[in-house]
Structures are given as C-alpha cells and as structure tokens.
C-alpha cells in the first residue's frame, strides 16, 4: 500500500528477502501466512462520499524449520491464511475541510 500515489496505491511486487537456502542432509520446511487486507480510500477533493474499497494479500509472516532428509521431502513450501486482517483507510483534505479550517480562522480574528 502506498499512500503517497493516487492513481494506482496498491502495488504488485516480488519481494527477494523470502530466499532460503539448503543444507546437505537437511529438508527445508517453510510456512508462509498470507494476510488479507483491505483498503477504503476517499480521495474525492469535493468530499462528497465517493469511496472506493480494494483488496490484496501480502506475505507477512514466515516461520521456517530443518528436518532430516527424507526421499521425497526436501523442500516443503505451505501458504497459510492469517488469523489476522489489516484495513488502511485514506482520507483526502477536501474543498469543505478547507472552507471550514478558513471559517474557523476568519471567527477567530473577528473575537
């Protein structure tokens, strides 16, 4: 998720600090928890409701273990769904957040 760009926030990426390497006599056992998340963004400069809601997962979480050698279980990869689920929201500074913060100021100044 990137806040700082408005046209496209979420972002598609390979992330390379998931690389494992193996050992002589060893299997490798990994254990990934994909996480669900969603995002509300308003990012109307009028203000006036028009949200949009998107979705995407991201690999947050790894645990990851050595077994003695097996025939046929050498590398072992499973992708479990988090428990856990994480909602980022964006609200843009509109036009009546604007008229509002100068309505307070011109107030002020009258006192």
Sequence with gaps: ???E???TPVKNYLDDKYTYRGLPGFGK???MYVKEN???LSDSILGLGQTTSQDFFRIDNTVHD???YRERDFFEVAFVLDPQKDTYS???FSFFDLFGQLGG???LMCI
């Design 1 to 3: 998720m990137d806040f």
């Design 90 to 92: 964006r609200v843009v």
């Design 66 to 68: 050595l077994h003695p």
């Design 105 to 107: 100021v011109f107030e």
């Design 5 to 7: 760009d408005y046209d």
């Design 38 to 40: 969603s995002v509300e």
């Design 29 to 31: 056992q990994i254990v």
